[in-house]
């Protein structure tokens, strides 16, 4: 029975094989360790770091500011407070 080699998975941001040694996994994705990067800023990913959104990756600090909560900080406090 002759060898079959298993296939590299291709790397989500470059569409390349990724080899085992180069791999990093993410949302049972497959990325090379140099196209793990923020979608907005570009900066360089480690696991642990990132965020998805809709099947981009983004670094903590863009996803907040993109995807955060928005409106905290009106209308919470003592002046929000009303007396009957």
Known sequence: M???????????QCGKS???NEEVKF????WHKECLKCKT??????IGGMNDHEGDIYCQQCHRKN???RGY???IGAGSLTSD
């Open 2 to 12: 002759p060898f079959k080699p298993v296939p590299s998975p291709s790397c989500v």
């Open 73 to 75: 900080g009106y209308g």
């Open 67 to 69: 995807f955060g909560v």
């Open 18 to 20: 990724v080899y085992f």
């Open 27 to 30: 949302q049972d994705r497959s």
């Open 41 to 46: 800023c570009s900066k360089k990913l480690e």
